[in-house]
C-alpha cells in the first residue's frame, strides 16, 4: 500500500484536499527544513566560512524553519478540525430540524384530508395537533440552542442578575420536562431542601442550564429508572444537582466532557440524536454566573452533575 493511499482516509475524515491535509504538510515541512539546512551549509562553505560558523548558521536556518514550518502545520490543523466539526455540525442540525418538520407534515397532511377517507376522530385530531405543538417547540428550542450558541462564540452573552426562586424554578423545569420522561419509560424525582433562600442569578440561562441537564439525563438513561433533580441550601450558596443511572463517561473520555461537539463513544448504542453543545454551552453559563459545573460518573452506572450559585443578598 503506498504512502498517499494510506494518508487519504485521514483526508478524506478531515474532508480537504491532500495538499492541504496535516500529515502530508509534516512530511512536505520536514523535506523544507532538510533542504534548507544543506542550502544554508553549502552557502556558508562556498563563501569560505569557518566551520563553527558554518554549523550555527545551519542550526540557525533550522531552527527558523522549524518554528515555521510547525505554526504552519498547526495552522492547517486547525483549518482541518473546523473544516471537520462543520461538517459534523451540519448533519446534525440536517437532522434534528428535518426529523421534527416530517413529524409535523404527517400530522398537518391527516388533519388536512378527507375527513370521509381518513375517519380522523376528535380525539385522534387532539393527539396531531399536539404532535405539531410540540414539534413546533423542539424546533423553537433548537433555533434558540443555536443562537446561544452563535452569541457564545462572538462574546456577546447577556446576563440579567434577578432574584429568584429556586424551588418554584425547578418545580417550573421538572413539571415542563416530565412527560418527556414518561415517554422514555422514566420517573424524574424533585428533592427539594427545607427553608430555601432565594437566589441572585439571571433566570433564563439557569434554566438552560437545567434543562440541558435533565435533558442529558433523559436521554442516556436506562428505561424504567429514575432520575434525581435535586436542591439545597450549602451555606451560602444554593447546590442544583441532576443524577441518572445511564450510561455514564468511561475514564479515558471524562477530559473532553465540556468540549464543543465532545459526544462519548458509548452514548451512540442509546442515543444517536444530539448536537454535542449541551455540556459545552451548560458549563459557558455556570461559569459566567460565578457558579462551577462538577461532575462524577463511572461508565455502565450514572452520571451526577451539580453547581451551586449564591445566594440572594438583601442590600437594605
Excluded at 493511499?5 to 502530508?24: G, T
Excluded at 527544513?33 to 533550522?62: D, K, M, N, W
Excluded at 417550573?172 to 430555601?196: H, R, W, Y
Excluded at 455502565?300 to 453547581?307: D, E, L, T
Aim: hydrophobic share 45%; aromatic share 12%; net charge positive.
Amino acid at each position: 500500500m503506498s504512502l498517499l493511499s494510506k494518508l487519504a482516509p485521514e483526508c478524506k475524515k478531515f474532508n480537504v484536499p491532500l495538499w492541504r491535509c496535516p500529515s502530508v504538510l509534516f512530511g512536505i515541512m520536514g523535506i523544507i527544513v532538510i533542504v534548507a539546512i544543506l542550502a544554508s551549509y553549502y552557502f556558508a562553505r562556498s563563501y569560505g566560512f569557518e566551520p563553527e560558523i558554518q554549523a550555527l548558521l545551519a542550526l540557525f536556518v533550522a531552527a527558523v524553519t522549524f518554528v515555521i514550518g510547525h505554526l504552519v502545520v498547526q495552522s492547517f490543523s486547525k483549518v482541518a478540525e473546523v473544516s471537520l466539526l462543520k461538517s459534523q455540525f451540519l448533519n446534525i442540525i440536517s437532522h434534528q430540524l428535518l426529523t421534527p418538520l416530517s413529524s409535523m407534515k404527517w400530522a398537518i397532511n391527516l388533519l388536512t384530508a378527507d375527513a370521509e377517507k381518513t375517519k380522523v376522530s376528535d380525539k385522534e385530531k387532539k393527539e396531531f395537533l399536539y404532535i405539531i405543538s410540540k414539534t413546533n417547540e423542539d424546533m423553537i428550542n433548537t433555533v434558540n440552542f443555536l443562537l446561544d450558541i452563535s452569541r457564545i462564540d462572538i462574546g456577546k452573552i447577556k446576563l440579567n442578575f434577578e432574584k429568584v426562586d429556586p424551588k418554584d424554578l425547578i418545580q417550573s423545569i421538572v413539571g415542563e420536562k416530565f412527560q418527556d420522561a414518561k415517554q422514555k419509560g422514566n420517573f424524574l424525582k424533585l428533592e427539594i431542601g427545607d427553608d430555601l433562600p432565594p437566589i441572585l442569578t439571571d433566570k433564563l440561562k439557569i434554566k438552560t442550564i437545567l434543562v440541558n441537564l435533565i435533558d442529558n439525563a433523559i436521554k442516556y438513561s436506562r428505561p424504567k429508572t429514575e432520575i434525581i433533580i435535586s436542591v439545597k441550601k450549602n451555606k451560602d450558596k444554593v447546590m442544583f444537582a441532576v443524577e441518572d443511572f445511564g450510561v455514564g463517561i468511561s475514564k479515558d473520555q471524562k477530559k473532553h466532557i465540556y468540549k464543543k461537539f465532545f459526544r462519548a463513544d458509548n452514548i451512540f448504542r442509546y442515543q444517536t440524536q444530539g448536537f454535542g453543545l449541551g455540556l459545552f454551552v451548560a458549563k459557558f453559563l455556570v461559569d459566567a454566573l460565578g457558579g462551577e459545573l462538577k461532575f462524577k460518573s463511572k461508565e455502565n452506572k450514572g452520571s451526577r452533575f451539580w453547581f451551586y450559585l449564591p445566594v440572594f443578598k438583601n442590600k437594605n
